[in-house]
């Protein structure tokens, strides 16, 4: 019985872990990954467990850190930095849980250590505590990684409903728990327990209804810029049909000219017709036509149009069909505004005026790259600080964003580059 209330203790943790790792990171894997992940952490924290009268808790303790640390690495494919962290966080996580139920536990009930691991519905109740404060811990760094990745306006509007909504929690727990101290010695010890288990309940219950929240109105956010990337398909179609309908009456006005012999009118007409494509070269059209992930497509027009308007030459090359982006793509088109918005100010503020982009998908991995001309100097370093910018203040966030958004992905190489007036932001991305 002892055996396999540790293993699922064991099993437990592990599931925690990984949701922390997760919640860190935002990585994407395959069920059969995560499964496998808390399958090996499992049986190695149960084989270590049994070892303690050999190495003691504390190399115990030391040695399961390491072997988490190196299983998030080879299994989940974490960076070195990203699993040392995690497996930090997740000690910290259960020491405040540990903390907390001895409190509980030790301080208030009386009990000892020995009569907690020594009695399993003791010993279960401990644990209950330590992993719901592990998972309230979760859910508080959830809620502000969610928090961060939205807008002002939305930041603003759930940040009030959040406070008052935590406040109104905290009042209720902090009552609840001065009635049942004060009670203490006189109400029945299996009351105040069972009232203490719902509070904890209580509580995560409304910390996930506030992630919960959080995530709607992300959610929120995305669908309004998602409604922006279909205002510009329609705007590209109807530029599609009056390409065609433009079209026609050009030819028709060649017509007109050759039916009449009119050489000097004809190549007056022509000069006229080259001068209006040079503004509008459909040719980028089909280009971008090769972009089959169909928001990425419409970042890409509505940039570009945007660009022309400011008098800035713009090349655009796409090497192949691009199907698949490798991220979630209002994370990409995101990453991807940000380089265009600011290769548009720097091109239109220089000599040349000239930007170009190009994709490369070659199956495996999919290469964006963003290069604009410049004036004056730019410190690469520099303007990747939160805070930094040429145009004014608190206008120096873009870039400091957008690498939070790419620290998620273990698939994504960022480049950035400028030499000789010419500034290149570039993406590798691993499908």
Request: charged share 20%; proline share 0%.
């Amino acid at each position: 019985m002892i055996v396999l209330y540790k293993i699922f203790i064991n099993t437990i943790a592990m599931v925690v872990f990984a949701y922390l790792a997760q919640t860190l990171y935002s990585f994407q894997r395959e069920r059969a990954v995560i499964l496998r992940f808390i399958i090996i952490t499992s049986l190695g924290a149960n084989i270590l467990l049994y070892l303690d009268k050999y190495i003691g808790m504390g190399m115990r303790s030391l040695i399961l850190l390491l072997f988490m640390t190196f299983i998030l690495y080879y299994i989940l494919k974490l960076s070195i930095f990203q699993s040392i962290v995690t497996s930090i966080t997740y000690a910290i996580a259960l020491v405040v849980g540990e903390g907390t139920a001895i409190f509980i536990m030790v301080k208030i009930y009386g009990y000892t250590l020995k009569d907690i691991n020594s009695h399993v519905l003791l010993s279960l109740v401990s644990e209950f505590i330590i992993y719901g404060m592990a998972i309230i811990i979760i859910f508080l760094i959830r809620f502000i990684r969610q928090t961060q990745e939205m807008t002002d306006k939305y930041r603003r509007r759930n940040s009030i409903r959040t406070s008052i909504y935590m406040l109104a929690t905290f009042i209720v727990i902090t009552v609840n728990y001065t009635m049942y101290i004060k009670f203490i010695g006189v109400v029945d010890q299996s009351i105040i327990l069972i009232n203490i288990v719902i509070m904890w309940l209580y509580l995560v219950l409304s910390l996930y209804i506030n992630f919960t929240n959080s995530a709607l109105a992300l959610k929120e956010q995305q669908y309004d810029r998602q409604q922006d990337y279909i205002k510009t398909i329609d705007s590209l179609i109807n530029d599609f049909r009056r390409l065609k309908h433009s079209h026609a009456n050009i030819i028709y006005g060649f017509y007109g000219y050759i039916q009449e012999d009119d050489l000097p009118g004809l190549k007056a007409y022509y000069t006229e017709v080259a001068d209006d494509t040079k503004k509008k070269d459909s040719s980028q059209l089909l280009v971008l036509q090769k972009i089959k992930v169909y928001a990425l497509f419409g970042l890409l027009w509505n940039k570009i149009n945007e660009a022309e308007g400011r008098e800035i030459e713009v090349g655009i090359q796409v090497t192949n069909e691009v199907r698949d982006a490798g991220m979630k793509l209002t994370d990409l088109c995101e990453v991807l505004g940000n380089y265009l918005d600011n290769a548009i100010d720097a091109a239109a503020a220089s000599e040349d005026k000239k930007m170009n982009v190009s994709l490369t998908d070659d199956g495996g991995y999919l290469t964006i790259s963003v290069e604009n001309t410049y004036e004056g100097t730019v410190d690469v370093k520099e303007i990747q600080r939160e805070g930094y910018s040429t145009k004014g203040n608190e206008r120096g966030f873009g870039l400091a964003i957008t690498n939070k958004i790419l620290s998620r992905y273990t698939n994504i190489l960022n480049n950035t580059f400028a030499e000789d007036g010419i500034f290149k932001q570039e993406l590798v991305i691993k499908k």
